[in-house]
């Protein structure tokens, strides 16, 4: 099992910058890929930006040259940098962690709301 806790969400505006973390505790040695997905309201949750274990990286094409992904295996982290904000950020942001067999984790999710 493994658990998922985000945060840095808030409030900022368009244009302004936050970072999320999201730490990861139980069995973190079996994880491979993390990530940050994001559900709008009245919308479908969507990918943000995955991370694999050996670092490389996919970003959705919304937030390329934006956002930036990160992860500390030493500390169980993931981050997401988030840059040059627009109001179509506003979202709740999940962190995403697959472990051993496929089995997907997600955290409560943190609520990011940028004004225009």
């Known amino acids: 099992q493994v658990q998922l806790v985000e945060s840095g969400g808030g409030l900022v505006q368009a244009g302004g910058s936050l970072r999320l973390s999201c730490a990861a505790s139980g069995s973190t040695f079996r994880i491979g890929v993390m990530g940050w997905y994001r559900q709008a309201p009245g919308k479908q949750r969507e990918l943000v930006a995955i991370?694999?274990?050996?670092?490389?990286?996919n970003y959705a094409d919304s937030v390329k040259g934006r956002f930036t992904i990160s992860r500390d295996d030493a500390k169980n982290n993931v981050a997401l940098q988030m840059n040059s904000l627009k109001p179509e950020d506003t979202a709740v942001y999940y962190c995403n962690a697959v472990g051993y067999a496929s089995v997907t984790y997600w955290g409560k999710g943190t609520l990011v709301t940028v004004s225009s």
């Open positions: 991370i694999t274990s050996g670092g490389s990286t």
